[in-house]
C-alpha cells in the first residue's frame, strides 16, 4: 500500500513480483542452455523439462508485469478500480456497503474469494464504465459467478439468463443499455439477486485478505476522512 497526496493506493497480489520471476527465469534458462552447450551429448529430458519450466515462469513474470502497478486508489471522495483495460471509477456517496459474498444452501454454504461491493445507483455507475473493461471483467469474472449459479443449481434447473448475459437491459429508472454494458448490467442483477452485492473485488486484486480489505471499506464509507488520515499516519 502506498500513501501520498491524501490517497491510498493498493497494489495487487498478483501484480507483485514480476520482474524477480522474469530475471529467475532468464538466469535459469541461460544456465541451462550453458550448461547443456559445454558438454557433450544429447539434451536429457530433464533438461527439456526445466527449460520448459523457465519458459513458463518468463511468461507468468511477462503477465505480471502488465498488470497496473495499482489496483485500487482510494482517496475521501471515490474509490478507483484499477485494471489493464481500463478502470471504474465509484464516488464516495454511491458506495453503499461492501461484505464477503455467500451462498446459502442448508447447513452449507459457500464464501467467494472475493469483496462484494453493493452500490447505492447502478445506473449512475453503469453510465462511467467503458464497455472495453465490461466485456474484460465478464469474462475475467465469470467463474466467481459460476461458482455462486452452480450452488443454486444443484438440481441443473439453472434460469438461462444465468448463464448467458443478454444484451439488452432496462434498468429500474427505464434507462436503456445495449451491447457489453447491458451484459455487464444484467451480471450485476443476477449477482445481486443471489448474493446482495452487485460488484465483485476478487482477492487476486488486493492487497490483504479479503475480511481485511471489506472492513476497511466499510470504515472508508462510514468516514471517509478520518480513515484516510488514520491510514496516512501509520
Not at 113 to 119: D, E, I, L, T, Y
Amino acid at each position: 500500500m502506498d500513501k501520498s497526496d491524501n490517497v491510498i493506493k493498493f497494489r495487487a497480489q498478483g501484480a507483485r513480483n514480476a520482474i524477480e520471476v522474469i530475471v529467475v527465469g532468464a538466469i535459469g534458462l541461460v544456465f541451462i542452455m550453458l550448461f547443456n552447450l559445454l558438454r557433450p551429448g544429447e539434451i536429457s529430458i530433464l533438461e527439456i523439462f526445466l527449460v520448459s519450466l523457465c519458459l513458463v515462469a518468463i511468461f507468468i513474470g511477462f503477465l505480471k508485469s502488465q498488470e497496473p502497478y495499482h489496483s485500487l486508489i482510494l482517496s475521501e471522495s471515490e474509490l478507483v478500480y484499477c485494471h489493464k483495460y481500463g478502470a471504474w471509477c465509484m464516488p464516495h456517496s454511491n458506495f453503499h456497503h461492501s461484505g464477503i459474498p455467500k451462498v446459502e444452501d442448508g447447513f452449507d454454504y459457500l464464501e467467494l474469494n472475493a469483496v462484494g461491493v453493493k452500490v447505492n445507483d447502478i445506473d449512475d455507475f453503469l453510465s462511467s464504465i467503458a464497455p472495453r473493461i465490461a466485456g474484460k471483467l465478464l469474462i475475467e469474472q465469470r467463474n466467481l459467478f459460476m461458482q455462486v449459479v452452480q450452488k443454486h443449481c444443484k438440481n441443473g434447473n439453472c434460469p438461462s439468463e444465468w448463464l448467458i448475459e443478454d444484451t439488452h437491459y432496462t434498468s429500474h429508472k427505464g434507462i436503456s443499455y445495449t451491447g457489453l454494458i447491458a451484459m455487464f448490467a444484467n451480471r450485476t442483477k443476477h449477482l445481486q439477486q443471489l448474493t446482495g452485492y452487485d460488484l465483485l473485488l476478487p482477492a487476486s486484486v488486493l492487497d490483504r485478505d479479503i475480511w481485511a480489505f471489506s472492513a476497511n471499506l466499510n470504515k472508508w464509507k462510514r468516514e471517509p476522512s478520518q480513515f484516510i488520515a488514520s491510514q496516512l499516519s501509520n
